[in-house]
């Protein structure tokens, strides 16, 4: 069954318990996630960037001698297509040491990442995951805005109002968030048919036909990046592109499941049907 229409700004699929959001993060470990960073292999957690401590997941970079463009991203152990993301979110400290003037852009930036392939086909390299990129991003204290929940696109692109955007990234409507306050970005997904970034639960930007395409990724695997490719699905990351930042929720409301009404696992706000998860 093909997945039901997208529902309007501000209107939820359904009434779900807090009990079917799955909590990526579990406040504890990391063991349901896996590093990479560019430069090193997988599962390499380089200068124990990404740790848990105080019930949060903190990217940190108190332990980097200095930093050269080994950007890094944890992966969370499974695919979506379907689903609603909700990351809490707040940037602290100073950005990495060492880091060049080049990479202003970097200061209070962070990025949930979607539809990403498995991250074993992402070569030593590579310095960021085929994906496209919820950009977080903090104000910089200098009275210029600067939103949240914006789109970047590391080899891909999306439509639109019905057109291929092809530049890299492309600003939300968010206020800008200044200081170190926790901000919640949702992000409601429907395969290739809708995105949405959603903060303090309005509407700031949407977008429909992601797909492979573009640059703004190097040393890619060039079997993996078929350009034009619908991402329908994939992998959620996290990043570290040497901000310092704290996570205190990353949660997940999967819209894909049980649509039978007259079994115990239907769930009134699916949008695409999975009978095979109908069967206890």
Request: aromatic share 10%; net charge negative.
């Amino acid at each position: 069954m093909a997945a039901r229409q997208a529902p309007a700004a501000g209107r939820a699929e359904g009434a779900p318990d807090a009990k079917d959001w799955i909590q990526l993060f579990n406040g504890k470990d990391l063991k349901d996630w896996t590093m990479k960073f560019a430069g090193y292999d997988l599962g390499v957690n380089v200068h124990d960037t990404f740790r848990v401590e105080e019930g949060l997941l903190k990217v940190r970079y108190d332990k980097w001698p200095s930093f050269n463009e080994e950007f890094g991203h944890i992966f969370y152990r499974e695919p979506f297509s379907h689903y609603r993301l909700a990351a809490e979110y707040r940037f602290v400290g100073e950005q990495a040491p060492g880091a060049p003037a080049s990479l202003d852009w970097a200061l209070r930036n962070n990025g949930l990442m979607l539809h990403a392939p498995h991250p074993k086909t992402m070569l030593k390299e590579q310095d960021f995951p085929i994906s496209i990129e919820v950009q977080l991003l903090g104000g910089l204290a200098n009275g210029k805005p600067r939103t949240t929940a914006n789109l970047c696109t590391p080899g891909t692109h999306v439509v639109m109002d019905g057109k291929l955007v092809t530049r890299h990234c492309v600003n939300s409507r968010s206020k800008t968030y200044e200081g170190d306050q926790w901000v919640r970005v949702e992000v409601l997904v429907h395969g290739d048919e809708l995105i949405r970034h959603i903060v303090d639960g309005e509407t700031v930007l949407e977008y429909t036909k992601p797909q492979i395409g573009g640059g703004e990724v190097k040393s890619f695997d060039p079997a993996i990046k078929v350009d034009g490719t619908p991402l329908t699905g994939g992998y959620i990351a996290l990043q570290a592109e040497s901000a310092p930042t704290d996570f205190r929720k990353v949660e997940l409301l999967n819209l894909e499941g049980c649509m039978d009404p007259k079994s115990s696992r239907f769930r009134a706000h699916y949008v695409k049907s999975n009978p095979s998860a109908c069967t206890p």
